[in-house]
Each structure stands twice: as C-alpha cells, then as structure tokens.
C-alpha cells in the first residue's frame, strides 16, 4: 500500500513532470529538424542557411547530447524541490493524522 507522501509525489510528477518532459522533448527535436532543414533555432538565436545533411548529422551526433543533458538538469532542477516539498508537506499532515487517532 502507498503512502500519502508517494501519492503525493506521484500525482506531482504526472501533472508537473511529464508534461515538462514531453515539452523539453518537442523543444529537442524542433532544434534538431531546424538544424537539418535551416531556419531560426528556438532559443539558440542561431539562424541556420537551409537544407545542410553534415550540419544536421553533427547537430544530432554532437550537440543534442549536450542540449538533452542540459535540459535533464533544468528537469532535475524544477522537479527535485516541487517532489520535495510535496513529500515533506505529506509526511507533516500524516504525522498529524497520526496523533489526532
């Protein structure tokens, strides 16, 4: 049986982090189809001269590491002290459950 403090933090991570996730992984893949086919990367402020095979390739090779990892951090960074609250906030109202019986 779950405790209140993991449906907590559950509830957090699929209305919180999961749509996070979802929106850092479009933002990933939209850099990297900008890289293949040229334009404007969004939030890069690099402006890519149309269609380029090896530039797309060493974008995807390359940097999509590093921009996935970053993202991971910037995941990691929002997500960690949202759960942690969420847990401490459960474990204080259980604990008062607790003595109230």
Known sequence: ??????????????????????????????????????????FFFLDFDGFNLIRGLFWLIIVD?????????????????LIGLAAGASAIANRKHIKEE
């Open 65 to 81: 590491p590093i921009v996935l990892t970053v993202a991971y951090w910037i995941f990691m960074l929002l997500m960690l002290p």
């Open 1 to 42: 049986m779950e405790s209140r403090s993991e449906r907590t933090t559950n509830t957090l991570m699929l209305i919180v982090g999961i749509p996070l996730g979802i929106l850092l992984l479009i933002w990933t893949v939209w850099i990297t189809i900008t890289a293949f086919i040229g334009g404007q990367a969004p």
